[in-house]
């Protein structure tokens, strides 16, 4: 069914990079016009990376960029112009950490000083199922007490001049997740960012893109859908089947960043700044353009990171995109070899030396 939904997206009528939204479906006061965004990743959606994927942005669009997830009680206390999680390229704009927290002076200490770094926006994770979280009653674990959670959202927008979101997960029962988000819009968020999948479910099964939908005609602010998007067809059949305001990517980006260019080109936009002609297309020209990614991406690791912590990341996120690369998985082995710099960029040029191809679609469970 999304597949069939693809062509009829492109129809004048919903291209949502096109469509002047209402002032009460606005994100961040009207200056995003692109429907597509990056998610917030732990250990992906650091400087560097989010630098490489904003150069393959239309000409002229503008999204919003997250960070890695940050947690309040150790954020008032760190350096954010030295913490790896927090370092941001000064030409960086449309800017929205996102923090784990449940207690107001923390929070407030921290929004206060995301302010000063630069946010334009602050997003709460209320999704994130993993232990340590659910230990400190932090993200998905607030979505078991709605009123708590309605709670974390008040005392943040109370601490905040700037617009807060939400990132939320599924739950079983659709009556709780409509009830659920309708507290957290009472309670003033600006945007709900919705991953259909539960808890339990993690990143096993098929994201229910229904239940986008559902919030989606439910609320009055924009919707955010996330989950399943691999390709740029997908994003635009995720806009069209749910009505959703954007689409946001998360592991798929690792792999293909020129995944906005793409979806820019099926709705009309000019190439990104600096790039000429249309956008790779062909498993071969995806392959190629992997490579240039790649070894683009090296050098702002160099200019990001120390050379330690920037090959672990680098090779995490080689980790993460390599199931759509054809080899992948010799791609990843050779970056394990690498012990310097110098020694990854050798690795990238043998292994791109010869021609690749990429998938369009694998098993995200990894």
């Known amino acids: 069914m999304r597949q069939a939904l693809v062509e009829e997206s492109l129809s004048p009528s919903v291209r949502p990079a096109r469509r002047v939204l209402g002032l009460e479906r606005a994100i961040l ?15 992906l959606s650091h400087v560097a990376f989010r630098r490489l994927v904003r150069e393959y942005l239309p000409r002229d669009a503008c999204t919003i960029w997250p960070t890695e997830m940050l947690n309040s009680r150790r954020l008032p206390n760190e350096n954010l112009r030295t913490t ?12 929205v950490p996102q923090i784990l927290g449940n207690e107001e002076k923390p929070i407030r200490e921290s929004v206060a000083r995301l302010i000063e770094w630069g946010a334009s926006g602050i997003d709460i994770n209320m ?8 230990m400190h009653n932090y993200g ?59 808890a339990a479910q993690k990143r096993r099964g098929t994201a229910d893109w229904v239940q986008i939908r559902d919030v ?15 390709t740029a067809d997908d994003a635009l059949a995720m806009l069209q089947e749910t009505g959703c305001d954007l689409a946001m990517v998360g592991r798929a980006l690792t792999a293909r960043p020129w995944l906005l260019w793409q979806v820019g080109e099926k709705l009309g936009w000019a190439p990104p700044s600096g790039r000429e002609g249309r956008a790779p297309a062909t498993p071969e020209e995806e392959g190629a353009e992997c490579g240039r ?31 759509w690369l054809l ?15 110098d020694q990854l960029a050798e690795q990238l040029d043998v292994f791109f030396s010869k021609e690749q191809s990429m998938a369009q679609r694998t098993d995200l469970v990894q």
């Open 29 to 43: 006061g009207g200056e995003v016009n692109f429907p597509v965004c990056l998610a917030p990743m732990v250990g």
């Open 127 to 134: 999704g994130c199922p993993v232990k340590k979280a659910l």
């Open 216 to 230: 989606r005609e439910r609320l009055k602010i924009p919707v955010i859908g996330n989950g399943d998007i691999q």
């Open 84 to 95: 790896p999680e927090t370092l941001r390229a000064e030409d960086e704009t449309q800017l």
């Open 293 to 323: 990614a790649l070894k683009r991406l090296l050098v702002l690791h160099r200019e990001s990171f120390d050379e330690n912590l920037g090959l672990r990341k680098f090779r995490f996120l080689i980790r993460t995109g390599s199931p």
């Open 140 to 198: 998905v674990a607030l979505m078991g007490d709605p009123q708590y959670a309605a709670d974390v959202v008040r005392m943040t927008v109370r601490a905040s001049r700037v617009p807060i979101s939400v990132k939320l997960r599924a739950t079983e029962n659709r009556e709780q997740l409509l009830a659920f988000v309708d507290g957290i819009q009472d309670a003033g968020a600006s945007w709900i960012t919705l991953h259909p999948r539960t």
């Open 327 to 341: 080899f992948g998985h010799d791609l990843y082995a050779r970056s394990t070899k690498a012990k310097t710099y």
